[in-house]
């Protein structure tokens, strides 16, 4: 799959930290002094939380980030390219259909010999990953006695099967069919109470924290393994460059900002709804919410239930993706609405530019859904994720035997198949990895506080 990101930003279907990381010397500045970026630099990437995705239509990700702000500073055109696997990646790499790797190549001596590594360096461990109530574990012995569940022989059942022969046994180890569980899955799990242990990466494990904070991650189960982006080894002069470029104060800083946004910034959506409606009112808003939901067609208490899902009615808040005020509109939509980032702070313009992106979307699942009630969750999904993954969900519930115009059990559950490399990677799957469970769980909300408002506010 080839990605122009000059296209990539027209895919709205709406309306739209550093190190040197070869392990040579960097005494060949020479060559960097010698070498300047191509006009069109060809970059290879992997759909991940971490690395590559789209969110309501916009592309982000960590090593995303990064790359879009030195293609900015050095004024070249990113040609980018999905790969489905480290492998493909590689192989895409040494055929020279792409110039770099940017995705996060462990340093071992198996890549060494196929790669010079460079760019921003990423250290991970495994660590256990237990709730922060009751006791915790601060030692690796007293996992005696305890149950860890991991998916079958992965990196992490190995790991613990070692410890557990280091300590003379008795932990516990379940190990899951490794095709029907995600270390996502496990998290979830392991935060809802439904299990009690699990084992990951310590970078995977610190942005699930970031939707799960009641989650312990601070016991290291293994040493740090290094991690950067790649280049050929023909291609030194490029890694140089890259490496002189984040070298620089100003990509250092952006390397922090980026991390704090995707490994530090709470993405959690609240898990109780509790609210007080005695007042007869749901907002302060309801007269703006009454005049817009007349341009949608729904009723108003709907469209105001999803208000105060999105921001709790206030309108200075910006979410780790950017999004602002009330309704929470990416900046990209309100340019798109000819509306200015800074003034969706004003909750008569960021209900107006929602409710047009809720009705271009409906107009687009039309062409899917033709149950008028059906369609409204399909609409409030693709409002939190954008049309694309929903799309998506869609198409992977036709394909695997679930009705592929019903929301509740059937696209929801889809969606959450987008998680899982076997389905973002599927043929009928154009738009790649998605963490659904944000946007089920937002559905539900949305429509649980709709109630609510339906038995105590009048229409």
């Given at each position: 799959m080839r990605i122009s990101v000059s296209v990539v930003f027209t895919v709205c279907l709406v309306l739209t930290l550093c190190g040197c990381g070869s392990g040579e010397s960097q005494a060949d500045a020479?060559?960097?002094?010698?070498?300047?970026?191509?006009?069109?630099?060809?970059?290879?990437?992997?759909?991940?939380?971490?690395?590559?995705?789209i969110y309501r239509d916009e592309p982000m990700g960590f090593d995303y980030a990064l790359l879009s702000g030195l293609a900015a500073d050095k004024k070249v055109h990113l040609d980018l390219q999905i790969a489905s696997s480290i492998s493909n990646a590689l192989s895409m790499l040494d055929s020279g259909y792409v110039d770099v790797v940017?995705?996060?190549?462990?340093?071992?001596?198996?890549?060494?010999?196929?790669?010079?590594?460079?760019g921003p360096e990423s250290l991970s461990h495994q660590v256990l990953?237990?709730?922060?109530?009751?006791?915790?574990?601060?030692?690796?012995?007293?996992?005696?006695?305890?149950d860890i569940y991991v998916a079958d022989k992965s990196k992490y059942y190995y790991r613990i099967m070692n410890l557990n022969d280091e300590l003379g046994?008795?932990?516990?180890?379940?190990?899951?069919?490794?095709?029907?569980?995600?270390?996502?899955?496990?998290?979830?799990?392991?935060?809802?109470?439904?299990?009690?242990?699990?084992?990951?990466?310590?970078?995977?494990?610190?942005?699930?924290?970031t939707y799960y904070p009641n989650l312990d991650i601070t016991l290291a189960l293994s040493f740090d393994q290094k991690?950067?982006?790649?280049?050929?080894?023909?291609?030194?002069?490029?890694?140089?460059?890259?490496n002189a470029y984040f070298g620089d104060e100003r990509p250092r800083r952006q390397i922090n900002v980026e991390y704090r946004r995707y490994f530090e910034l709470s993405k959690a959506l609240p898990t109780v709804l509790t609210y007080d409606l005695s007042s007869g009112r749901i907002s302060p808003y309801d007269d703006l919410f009454r005049k817009q939901a007349k341009n949608l067609g729904w009723d108003w208490r709907l469209l105001a239930s999803q208000g105060f899902v999105e921001s709790r009615f206030d309108s200075s808040v910006v979410s780790w993706a950017g999004a602002r005020g009330i309704m929470q509109i990416m900046p990209g939509t309100a340019r798109a609405n000819g509306v200015a980032p800074e003034?969706?702070?004003?909750?008569?313009?960021?209900?107006?530019?929602?409710?047009?992106?809720?009705?271009a979307t409906d107009r687009i699942m039309q062409r899917y859904v033709s149950d008028p009630v059906q369609r409204q969750k399909f609409v409030l999904a693709a409002y939190n994720s954008g049309a694309a993954h929903i799309i998506d969900a869609i198409a992977l519930a036709g394909k695997y035997g679930l009705k592929a115009d019903v929301w509740d059990g059937n696209v929801e559950e889809a969606l959450l198949m987008k998680s899982n490399p076997q389905y973002y990677n599927d043929p009928v799957v154009k738009y790649g990895y998605f963490r659904g469970r944000q946007t089920v769980e937002y559905v539900k909300q949305v429509s649980a506080f709709y109630e609510r408002c339906k038995k105590n506010i009048k229409a």
């Open positions: 020479t060559d960097t002094v010698r070498h300047e970026f191509p006009d069109t630099l060809r970059v290879a990437t992997i759909y991940s939380p971490k690395s590559y995705f940017a995705y996060e190549i462990p340093v071992t001596g198996e890549y060494n010999r196929r790669v010079v590594h460079c990953v237990q709730p922060k109530s009751g006791k915790t574990v601060t030692d690796v012995t007293e996992l005696v006695g305890k046994g008795g932990i516990n180890v379940h190990a899951l069919k490794a095709d029907s569980i995600l270390a996502e899955d496990l998290l979830e799990k392991v935060a809802q109470g439904e299990l009690p242990m699990t084992v990951v990466d310590s970078d995977i494990a610190r942005l699930n924290r991690a950067q982006w790649a280049v050929r080894p023909d291609h030194k002069w490029l890694a140089d460059s890259i003034a969706l702070v004003n909750p008569g313009t960021s209900v107006e530019v929602a409710v047009k992106v809720l009705a």
